[in-house]
């Protein structure tokens, strides 16, 4: 069979896995890398501006990357269950890959803050859900806990093949282009994926397949910014449910990844984060969540603050598929119009 094997097959040589690991795989990687002009022409001109859809893997995340590893090496060493926290995706993806895999898989998420499609996969995967009046953060000690004293497998991005497994997105970024961008652009929640991406370049560079790094730029919800504010938010909001995180699990490793490569963790407003999210899908054709748009609200952001010089490369990733969360993508557009079943009123409604 030829075609496409799935990061772990296609990236094996970077990565923790020998000839007798079960790969895990629902062929996930390889996502478009799409040059996106009309968008740089409305937000920072100066920009040879790309976007990295993750939306395009299996369950519609980048977090299949990771969970591909984190489940080929659970059953690799024998478990029967997995765990996870989640804002949403990583549950989709963790019932995905561990239902494949024949696991158990139990998922916590905080009750009535994750959107509606991610739960509906979490359920058809035949994940036990269990819904937490609580928060990510909260729901995250706990699964942590419960790993440790009952020996199931934790596969947030905790468990270390997580951040493997999310950073062949570095490479895929470098084949694509033919070297690193000058700047990365990322939302942040957890703060694993800006840690991987930052890790995976870094292996590239290493190993000579790309002639620089680029500057990491992450970006926090305003009202999810325990980073930027540098304290713990014990109340996190923010209209991106997926990134509503008081407290990182990667915290430190984000700041040395920001330290490292000279780049930036800040914050965007929603209402950025809603601009964003509406001119990608319009301009691009690209249909994200709201989390992800962070990452291009962050490049509106910088543009404001003067950073960009001409013809810098900058790649946003946009983290997940839009069809995730209709309910955001609708209360933000234009209503259809309803009209009678006849030509007329058709035409005379679009102005002919
Ligand atoms: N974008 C989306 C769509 C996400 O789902 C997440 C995290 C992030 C960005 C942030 O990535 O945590 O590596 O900094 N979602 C996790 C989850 C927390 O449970 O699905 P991060």
Same mark, same amino acid.
């Given at each position: 069979?030829?075609?496409?094997?799935?990061?772990?097959?296609?990236?094996?040589? /970077?990565?923790?896995?020998?000839?007798? +690991?079960? @790969?895990?795989?629902?062929?996930?990687?390889?996502?478009?890398?799409?040059?996106?002009?009309?968008?740089?022409?409305?937000?920072?001109p100066k920009?040879?501006?790309?976007?990295?859809?993750?939306?395009?893997?299996p369950?519609?995340?980048?977090?299949?990357?990771?969970?591909?590893?984190?489940?080929?090496?659970?059953?690799?060493?024998?478990?029967? $269950?997995?765990?996870?926290?989640? +804002?949403?995706?990583?549950?989709?993806?963790?019932?995905?890959y561990?239902?494949?895999?024949?696991?158990?898989?139990?998922?916590?998420?905080?009750?009535?803050?994750?959107a509606?499609?991610?739960?509906?996969?979490?359920?058809m995967?035949?994940?036990?859900?269990?819904?937490?009046?609580?928060n990510?953060?909260?729901?995250? +000690?706990?699964?942590?806990?419960?790993?440790?004293?009952?020996?199931? =497998?934790? =596969?947030?991005?905790?468990?270390?093949?997580?951040?493997?497994?999310?950073?062949?997105?570095?490479?895929? @970024?470098?084949d694509?282009?033919?070297?690193a961008?000058? /700047?990365?652009?990322?939302?942040?929640?957890n703060?694993?994926n800006?840690t991987?991406?930052?890790?995976?370049y870094?292996e590239?560079?290493?190993?000579?397949?790309?002639?620089?790094?680029?500057r990491?730029?992450?970006?926090?919800?305003?009202?999810?910014?325990?980073?930027?504010?540098?304290?713990?938010?014990?109340?996190?909001?923010?209209i991106?449910? $997926?990134?509503?995180?008081?407290?990182p699990?990667?915290?430190?490793?984000a700041?040395k990844?920001?330290?490292?490569?000279?780049?930036?963790?800040?914050?965007?407003?929603?209402?950025e984060?809603?601009?964003?999210?509406r001119?990608v $899908?319009?301009?691009?054709?690209?249909f994200?969540?709201?989390?992800s $748009?962070?990452?291009v609200?962050?490049?509106?952001?910088?543009?404001?603050?003067g950073?960009?010089?001409?013809?810098?490369?900058?790649?946003? +990733?946009l983290?997940?598929?839009?069809?995730k969360?209709?309910?955001?993508?609708?209360s933000v557009?234009?209503?259809p119009?309803t009209i009678?079943?006849?030509?007329e009123?058709?035409?005379?409604?679009?102005?002919?």
């Amino acid at each position: 069979m030829g075609g496409w094997r799935g990061i772990i097959e296609e990236y094996r040589a /970077y990565l923790p896995v020998s000839a007798s +690991t079960p @790969v895990v795989t629902l062929g996930e990687g390889n996502t478009p890398l799409v040059r996106a002009p009309r968008l740089a022409e409305a937000i920072a001109p100066k920009l040879d501006l790309y976007l990295k859809f993750e939306g395009a893997n299996p369950t519609g995340s980048f977090k299949d990357r990771g969970m591909t590893l984190a489940i080929s090496k659970a059953v690799e060493e024998g478990a029967r $269950a997995v765990i996870c926290a989640s +804002t949403g995706n990583t549950s989709a993806s963790a019932a995905a890959y561990g239902g494949r895999a024949g696991l158990q898989v139990y998922v916590l998420i905080p009750e009535g803050k994750i959107a509606l499609g991610k739960l509906a996969q979490a359920m058809m995967h035949r994940a036990t859900v269990l819904q937490v009046k609580g928060n990510f953060d909260q729901a995250l +000690t706990i699964v942590k806990e419960i790993s440790v004293k009952y020996g199931i =497998v934790l =596969v947030n991005s905790v468990n270390p093949y997580r951040l493997e497994g999310q950073k062949t997105a570095a490479f895929e @970024v470098c084949d694509q282009l033919g070297d690193a961008p000058m /700047y990365h652009f990322l939302p942040v929640g957890n703060a694993g994926n800006i840690t991987a991406y930052w890790r995976g370049y870094q292996e590239y560079h290493k190993g000579g397949k790309c002639t620089r790094l680029p500057r990491m730029m992450g970006f926090q919800a305003a009202g999810a910014a325990p980073i930027v504010l540098g304290h713990v938010v014990e109340k996190p909001q923010t209209i991106a449910t $997926a990134i509503r995180i008081g407290n990182p699990a990667s915290w430190v490793q984000a700041v040395k990844a920001m330290q490292d490569s000279n780049g930036k963790i800040d914050l965007v407003t929603d209402e950025e984060i809603v601009e964003a999210y509406r001119m990608v $899908a319009a301009l691009e054709g690209i249909f994200c969540e709201p989390a992800s $748009a962070a990452s291009v609200a962050g490049v509106i952001k910088m543009q404001k603050a003067g950073l960009f010089k001409d013809g810098e490369s900058a790649v946003c +990733t946009l983290t997940g598929h839009g069809l995730k969360d209709v309910d955001i993508a609708i209360s933000v557009s234009q209503k259809p119009t309803t009209i009678q079943a006849n030509m007329e009123d058709v035409v005379r409604v679009l102005g002919y």
